[in-house]
């Protein structure tokens, strides 16, 4: 028999689950990748091949156990390998359980709810079987419920000298109308260079009150050596900031910053001061950038009187990343960090398109957000290199 060696990651993975549809095939492959990730997995435990006979191996292959397995696109049979110690457990699909399981319970609240669609009962009669209780949705709730709840309480025991937050607006059910509603996400940079999700929260609105509330819960957890906040120019936002962290920087998104100048400007023959604008905003020299911005205002002030007003009134926010040594670091001028993960909460949130209710996004989003968190966990690349001056001044 011909073997097949697989070289699928686990990003390629959740793509297949995600973009598959509901067939034998769709099925059968996943089913075999799942078995060969499993097979390497046990080979990784015992520190053996087969047929090995290396005196450091940690134990020895002792059958299989079938298990059925729920994915979005049907449930999947598959042969979980087992070893003689009893002790190995596959892990390589367990980043997707908690995932999956949000957005079954998602549909299921709007299946039981009344509020599904033709979709929505086609999903749950495929996984569930036709028919579902409100015990079953109950149980399945509360179990992630409390996960969300144990990540959202649980303490911030490194330092933090960069966070980055954002807000995306997604659709509630809510009094039988949709309405539009805030999620806020909080990501940082901790003391090591590496990333981390910090919290999340859904509000009616993005205000002064609904930052306050996330920003102080973040201090009562221990947030701790903070330098630099980045985020957009929102009036609330930027307000909170200064009120709950006194004496931290605040670095205005520059992505956000540049799009704002440039809207100030005709769309027609202005190429010459738009390419004067990228090599402005690509300079990450505080004093050639002020000399750069300073030329800009006082050639163009009565020509673009609205987008050097903007530029200028906007700069010193847009370039606190650079103004010391310590923080010039291109990665902390905007919040893209924060796009790769708002681009996989959309991917989740078109499939639901309207949450039944504001926990039901909560947990669902949540979810996504926690297997980034514990991805980035995993891996331990460091998302910034701190320079020797950096982690002087950070200790």
């Not at 010459?272 to 905003?281: A, G, H, N, T, Y």
């Not at 504001?358 to 966990?377: C, F, K, P, T």
Request: charged share 30%; net charge neutral; aromatic share 10%.
């Amino acid at each position: 028999m011909t073997q097949i060696n697989f070289t699928l990651d686990s990003e390629q993975i959740q793509d297949i689950i995600s973009n598959s549809g509901a067939n034998d095939l769709a099925k059968q492959m996943l089913a075999t990748i799942f078995n060969q990730l499993m097979e390497k997995e046990r080979d990784e435990y015992i520190n053996a091949d087969s047929y090995s006979r290396l005196d450091d191996r940690v134990s020895s292959r002792n059958g299989y156990y079938e298990r059925t397995y729920t994915t979005r696109i049907g449930r999947l049979e598959l042969i979980v390998p087992r070893t003689r110690d009893g002790e190995f457990s596959p892990s390589v699909f367990e980043r997707y359980k908690r995932n999956e399981k949000a957005l079954l319970a998602t549909m299921l609240e709007m299946y039981v709810q009344g509020v599904s669609t033709r979709k929505v009962s086609k999903v749950v009669e495929e996984l569930c079987g036709a028919s579902v209780s409100k015990s079953f949705v109950s149980t399945l709730t509360s179990e992630l419920d409390s996960m969300v709840a144990s990540f959202l309480n649980r303490p911030l025991e490194r330092n933090y000298p960069f966070i980055f937050s954002d807000v995306i607006y997604i659709k509630v059910l809510e009094n039988r109308r949709v309405v539009s509603k805030a999620f806020h996400v909080i990501l940082g940079v901790n003391d090591l260079g590496e990333r981390e999700l910090l919290s999340f929260s859904v509000s009616d609105t993005e205000s002064y009150e609904s930052w306050k509330q996330l920003y102080t819960s973040l201090i009562d957890r221990g947030l701790a050596g903070l330098k630099l906040v980045i985020s957009d120019a929102h009036k609330g936002e930027v307000a909170a900031i200064r009120d709950i962290f006194g004496g931290v920087a605040w670095q205005r998104c520059q992505v956000h910053f540049m799009r704002n100048v440039f809207d100030k400007l005709p769309r027609k023959n202005t190429e010459m001061i738009r390419d004067e604008l990228k090599v402005l905003f690509k300079t990450n020299n505080i004093e050639i950038a002020r000399t750069l911005k300073n030329s800009i205002c006082e050639r163009y002030s009565e020509k673009y009187r609205k987008m050097t007003e903007c530029l200028d009134e906007g700069f010193e926010d847009g370039f606190q990343y650079c103004s010391i040594e310590e923080t010039n670091y291109s990665r902390i001028k905007s919040t893209n960090m924060l796009e790769r993960v708002n681009s996989e909460i959309r991917r989740r949130e078109r499939v639901v398109r309207i949450f039944p209710n504001e926990q039901s996004a909560l947990r669902l989003i949540g979810a996504v957000l926690i297997d980034i968190h514990e991805d980035w966990q995993s891996s331990a690349r460091q998302y910034i290199k701190f320079t020797d001056a950096t982690k002087k001044w950070l200790d």
